[in-house]
């Protein structure tokens, strides 16, 4: 089976500029779950999405948000982006929960200019 | 809210020794306790996980214990190699239905030194 895909992997914006990340999962896997991985933080969740419905939320600015697809495909959107939201976006995909192994995409890596 | 703490933050350690990772949740509803590990460049990966049904869960050189009473558990390697050396993850989760998140501790960077 082919791994969790993450496009783009590295991104350099502006300050105020908004960016769409985009996470393919595992075929099969119907949870995708998205993380900001900053040096200070750690991994931090952001949301989960389960045949086109968010789950859950953390806790972040109304900036963050994000969407899945009936194909499981899911997209994240930053709006008016700020320098400290330069991070590593991951996402993971299990079959249908969290509590189920989570299988990482390798990242896209985002630099706020 | 939920909160995991992770000590240390850094470990080395001499080849063949034991390594001990310490983490502390705070929501006593958690039931699902995962460790990831990321090695320097690369995606987590789960190494162990345990379910609160459990106390002791062993996986050839790696464990994990959990006290639910004191709402900690931990990950214990022995006869470190130096293909441990990665940043260590520990993250809870409470499951409410089929919905849940996972709260990750901060990591602890383990280095094996030959």
């Given amino acids: 089976k082919a791994g969790v895909t993450q496009t783009p992997r590295y991104l350099i914006k502006t300050r105020g500029q908004q960016v769409t990340l985009s996470c393919s999962p595992i075929s099969g896997h119907r949870s995708v779950s998205w993380y900001q991985q900053t040096p200070g933080q750690g991994l931090q969740f952001l949301f989960e999405y389960f045949s086109e419905t968010q789950r859950n939320k953390g806790n972040f600015p109304g900036r963050f948000s994000g969407r899945q697809f009936s194909n499981s495909r899911s997209e994240m959107n930053v709006s008016t982006l700020e320098l400290g939201d330069s991070a590593l976006y991951l996402c993971a995909s299990s079959f249908g929960t969290v509590q189920e192994t989570q299988y990482f995409g390798p990242g896209t890596r985002l630099l706020v200019l | ?114």
């Fill in chain 2, 1 to 114: 809210g939920e909160n995991v703490e992770q000590h240390p933050s850094t470990l080395s350690v001499q080849e063949g020794d034991s390594a001990v990772i310490k983490c502390t949740y705070s929501d006593s509803a958690s039931n699902y306790f995962p460790w990831y590990k990321q090695e320097l460049g690369k995606r987590p990966q789960l190494i162990i996980d345990i379910r609160s049904n459990v106390g002791e869960k062993k996986d050839q050189r790696i464990a994990v214990t959990l006290n639910k009473t004191a709402k900690h558990f931990s990950l214990h390697i022995t006869e470190t190699q130096p293909e441990d050396s990665a940043v260590y993850f520990c993250a809870a989760s409470r499951s409410s239905g089929n919905t849940g998140k996972l709260i990750f501790g901060q990591g602890t960077t383990l280095q094996v030194k030959p």
